[in-house]
């Protein structure tokens, strides 16, 4: 199965600040098949970014994503407040689909 | 406003089965693949399956290794409704079980359920 690793584990920011954060694959993926997800406490999880590197909708625009083959990247350009929250990524090429172990993004 | 609703929370036995419910519109139930994912508490998301609602017993009905021959995942087309029923709970299987939709098989997870916490526990 494909294993996606995701750093760091934890963030610790400020409103205001910039976040990036990562997501490896143990093997290549292609970029139509990887999506990053926001999760708050006590809610389930939100679609954010798909094809590695388009907004879901209702996605502000301060959240992209890229990167291609086995690096992917979540980035966020400056910090609100309602952004602090776990963020996971998924590939959706191949059975089983896996998660990432998520980042926690904290407020400093 | 798409919506995706589960059936409440459950406390079960080491031994006892779970059926879990997540029931959508007419128009959802025939335009998607739903998948179950669980979480356990304070873990992270792992995929458990995904079924084809209207041929549940299709080659699209899939499910993660880790669950085949525990795991079922049925639908009822009378009610738009999708089941994952899982045999032999351990309290390893303590966690929020969640259906998700994707439009088609191979496809981002566009919508989710609120989610059901299944407690096993003597």
């Known amino acids: 199965e494909i294993v996606l690793t995701q750093s760091p584990g934890t963030l610790s920011l400020s409103p205001g600040d910039a976040a990036t954060l990562s997501c490896r694959a143990s093997?290549?993926?292609?970029?139509?098949?990887l999506a990053w997800y926001q999760q708050k406490p006590g809610q389930g999880p939100r679609l954010l970014i798909y094809?590695?590197?388009t907004r879901a909708t209702g996605t502000p625009d301060r959240f992209s994503g890229s990167g291609s083959g086995t690096d992917f990247i979540l980035t966020i350009s400056r910090l609100e407040p309602e952004d602090f929250a776990v963020y996971y990524c998924?590939?959706?090429?191949?059975?089983?689909?896996?998660f990432g172990q998520g980042t926690k993004l904290e407020i400093k | 406003q798409v919506q995706l609703v589960q059936s409440g929370a459950e406390v079960k036995k080491p031994g006892a089965s779970v059926k879990i419910s997540c029931k959508t519109s007419?128009?959802?139930?025939?335009?998607?693949?739903l998948h179950w994912v669980r979480q356990a508490p304070g873990q992270g998301l792992e995929w458990m399956g995904i079924?084809?609602?209207?041929?549940?017993?299709?080659?699209?009905?899939v499910y993660a290794q880790k669950f085949q021959g525990r795991v079922s995942m049925t639908s009822d087309t009378s009610t738009n409704t999708v089941y994952m029923e899982m045999d032999n709970l351990r309290s390893e299987d303590t966690a929020v079980y969640y259906c998700?939709?994707?439009?088609?098989?191979?496809?981002?997870?566009?919508?989710w359920g609120q989610g059901t916490l299944v407690t096993v526990s003597s």
């Open positions: 093997q290549s993926v292609t970029r139509t098949f």
């Open positions: 998924q590939q959706h090429v191949e059975y089983p689909y896996t």
């Open positions: 094809g590695a590197s």
């Open positions: 079924i084809n609602p209207i041929n549940p017993s299709g080659r699209t009905t």
């Open positions: 998700a939709r994707s439009y088609s098989t191979y496809d981002k997870f566009d919508y």
């Open positions: 007419e128009y959802l139930f025939v335009k998607s693949f």
